[in-house]
């Protein structure tokens, strides 16, 4: 796989989605969660989505319950929840796991072309970020406390 163009994945309603769809876009993939001390970080993300969406930018919201199991809810719960609490319009996915054998193929590869800290592909916690160009590659990686409004000039520069 050359770039997050070449994956599928499910959406929260279990729909396959080529991610080919978003060829020509930047995108902000994270793994997010709703029990965690970050998630008010959904507020942010929102925001990125509405100042840069017209402009060819989507955030991708996978939910993952690997992290002290702050994501215990079903598909249907977590679409609820993002919706009620937080009126996200952004795309969000199946449940995934991040890490381990049974990581999502996608996250393999985010993780492999941008490790993290001291080289470490391990994602951390909640809220990890991946900034992605246009063309699929992926620029950089942010820690979960990396908040989303500090990461709008990276999205500025990328579109």
């Known amino acids: 796989m050359a770039s997050v163009h070449d994956f599928s994945v499910s959406d929260i309603h279990g729909k396959t989605v080529g991610l080919e769809r978003y ?48 994501e215990p809810g079903t598909e ?45 592909e391990a994602i951390k916690w909640n809220f990890t970020k991946f900034l992605v160009d246009r063309k699929g590659k992926v620029l950089k990686r942010y820690a979960p406390n990396d908040t989303p409004e500090s990461i709008a000039p990276d999205i500025e520069s990328a579109l």
């Open 23 to 70: 060829n020509g876009e930047v995108l902000l993939i994270v793994n997010v969660a709703s029990e965690c001390g970050f998630t008010p970080q959904y507020a942010g993300l929102q925001g990125l989505q509405e100042k840069f969406h017209s402009r060819g930018f989507d955030v991708l919201g996978f939910p993952c319950n690997q992290f002290g199991k702050q």
């Open 76 to 120: 249907a719960e977590i679409a609820a929840f993002c919706d009620r609490n937080y009126h996200v319009t952004f795309p969000m996915f199946a449940k995934v796991d991040v890490n381990g054998d049974g990581a999502a193929p996608l996250y393999r590869f985010l993780k492999s072309e941008k490790p993290g800290l001291l080289g470490s």
